[in-house]
């Protein structure tokens, strides 16, 4: 199985930069997924990362170690609709079955 | 746009009552999925199909059932409701090897 570890909470202001950070012990190794949840709704994607590295996308970007098992989103340029859960998850190898973190919840405040 | 529908959106039932939760996709993916989802907890896998007459459970252990008869359908069931099945029901579905979930907008169950 997968094992996945977010913080609980995060609180940064309007214009900010907030790192979100995930460890994850799984295994094997396939890739690594950031998602985006509003309160209320469905996950949406946001990010893959299946090599090391810092791969950007606009003001969110998502960084990969796959010797440390860790993992972080950056979000700049802080908005008040960036308030919302992100979620860490990694797929078990053979099935592609998702496992997801509790979630890290983010309050962006004005 | 969404291309996985699922339906109701909000569904609130009294305690013994049958009822089916409906997801369907228009992306002609094999792989679907159900979670469950508590306010503010994570998400858990209760059910997954890799294609039409292929069904298994989840890591999570629950009370409903799912059938996929039709590549494009995946309903899941609960036989008998009860407050404790009270919670998000979210439906995804995948193709293989391919990066991420697509997910539904969920349904909000109440067991009253």
């Known amino acids: 199985g997968q094992n996945i570890d977010q913080p609980t909470e995060m609180t940064a202001t309007e214009g900010a930069i907030v790192q979100i950070n995930c460890t994850y012990q799984t295994s094997g190794f396939n890739g690594l997924f950031w998602y985006q949840q509003h309160a209320g709704e469905a996950p949406t994607f946001l990010s893959y990362?299946?090599?090391?590295g810092l791969e950007e996308k606009g003001r969110f970007s998502s960084f990969l170690s796959r010797s440390k098992g860790y993992s972080y989103l950056l979000l700049k340029e802080l908005q008040m609709k960036d308030s919302a859960s992100y979620l860490c998850?990694?797929?078990?190898?053979?099935?592609?079955?998702?496992?997801f973190g509790a979630g890290t919840t983010v309050t962006v405040r004005a | 746009e969404a291309d996985i529908y699922q339906t109701p959106r909000y569904l609130v039932i009294g305690t013994g009552k049958k009822i089916t939760l409906e997801c369907s996709q228009t992306?002609?993916?094999?792989?679907m999925y159900w979670y469950q989802q508590d306010p503010g907890m994570e998400l858990h896998l209760i059910h997954y199909s890799y294609g039409v007459n292929s069904t298994e459970k989840g890591d999570l252990s629950s009370e409903s059932t799912v059938s996929r008869i039709r590549t494009e359908h995946f309903p899941l069931t609960l036989e008998s409701a009860r407050p404790s099945h009270t919670s998000q029901y979210l439906c995804?579905?995948?193709?293989?090897?391919?990066?991420?979930?697509?997910f539904g907008s969920g349904t909000r169950l109440t067991v009253v």
């Open positions: 995804a579905s995948s193709e293989p090897n391919k990066n991420g979930y697509t």
């Open positions: 990362n299946v090599l090391d």
């Open positions: 992306m002609g993916h094999d792989k």
């Open positions: 998850a990694a797929p078990t190898p053979n099935d592609y079955k998702l496992s």
